[in-house]
């Protein structure tokens, strides 16, 4: 196994609601890349707290029409997973269909179906470690030019809740979701 890249403060500033408040160390988190022979990666995303966002994944969209597949060694975690609209044969990055945040813990498998945006927020105390298997390419602009994903998930008394990203234009209330029941929505 071997360190892919860490990820700072700095370079995810832009994608936080209110990166002045930030009270968590750097590195965000940590990607690791030849774990086994079905992972790829390992990602360890610290508990903290960064401008009362729970700590989180950069984020991005698939450019490779494949399904990626994540597990949870050890934590607790939600996915935020958005799909954008397509219109005039274009995707509209700033126009999302459906939102769910999905929620897992140690144990839990779930699928990523192709053009979902998706993003990783440790809403647990302790270091959430996740496995996936991608291997093909990622779109992180889509992310960066709209300051993050549709939603910003937000420590409230320990408990996570949604805060509308108000680059966005008219969202669909996000629906809350288990690893297990998302996998036989996108198996549908
Ligand atoms: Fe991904």
Same mark, same amino acid.
């Given at each position: 196994m071997l360190l892919k890249f860490t990820r700072s403060i700095d370079e995810m500033l832009p994608l936080?609601? +209110?990166? &002045?408040e930030v009270k968590s160390k750097d590195p965000v988190y940590w990607v690791f890349s030849n774990v086994s022979k079905k992972w790829e990666h390992a990602t360890l995303i610290c508990p903290g707290d960064f401008g009362g966002e729970f700590p989180k994944t950069f984020g991005h969209y698939h450019t490779t029409d494949s399904i990626e597949k994540y597990k949870v060694l050890y934590g607790q975690g939600i996915i935020i997973m958005q799909k954008r609209k397509f219109i005039d044969d274009d995707?509209?990055?700033?126009?999302?269909e459906k939102v769910y945040f999905v929620e897992f813990l140690s144990g839990d498998e779930i699928n990523i179906p192709p053009e979902w945006g998706h993003s990783c927020s440790n809403i647990g105390a302790e270091p959430l470690l996740l496995l996936d298997d991608w291997k093909g390419e990622e779109d992180y602009e889509p992310i960066k030019k709209l300051g993050g994903l549709a939603y910003f998930l937000v420590n409230k008394d320990g408990k996570a809740e949604f805060v509308p +990203? &108000?680059?966005? &234009?008219d969202l669909p209330k996000p629906e809350w979701i288990t690893a297990s029941d998302f996998n036989k929505l996108s198996c549908e």
């Open positions: 936080l609601m +209110n990166g &002045k995707w509209v990055p700033d126009q999302i +990203n &108000k680059n966005y &234009k």
